[in-house]
C-alpha cells in the first residue's frame, strides 16, 4: 500500500484493470506513454476481434517494472509470463498468443 502526500492510502500497482475477473489476465506494463496505451488498445481489440475473455491490466508503476527486471517498455505479460518487451504488438501479433 501506497501513501500519498496527503496521507492518503492508495493501490500500489494498477492503475487501470478490467471490470470483469477471467482465468487469463494481460497486463501491459509501461510510463503510460502513447506506445503503451496503444499496446492497451491492440490487446483489447484482439480480444474483441477473437471473442474471447481475458482481464486487461495496465501497469505504469516503474518500481514494480524494475522490481521485475524489464528495463523496455511496453512490455505485454499473459498471466504473469513476460510475451514481448519493447515493442508495440499490433492486433494479429497479440492474436496469435490468444491462440496460443
Not at 474471447?52 to 495496465?58: D, G, L, M, P, T
Not at 505504469?60 to 499473459?78: H, Q, W
Amino acid at each position: 500500500m501506497r501513501i500519498n502526500l496527503f496521507g492518503q492510502k492508495q493501490s500500489p500497482k494498477l492503475d487501470k484493470q478490467s471490470e470483469e475477473n477471467y482465468e487469463h489476465t494481460f497486463t501491459v506494463m509501461g510510463s503510460g506513454c502513447a506506445r503503451c496505451n496503444k499496446l492497451e488498445q491492440n490487446v483489447k481489440q484482439a480480444l474483441k476481434e477473437t471473442e474471447a475473455k481475458a482481464n486487461v491490466v495496465h501497469i505504469t508503476d516503474i518500481k514494480e517494472m524494475l522490481n521485475r527486471g524489464i528495463m523496455s517498455a511496453p512490455v505485454l505479460l499473459l498471466d504473469d509470463e513476460i510475451v514481448s518487451t519493447g515493442k508495440l504488438l499490433n492486433v494479429k501479433e497479440i492474436i496469435k498468443f490468444i491462440n496460443w
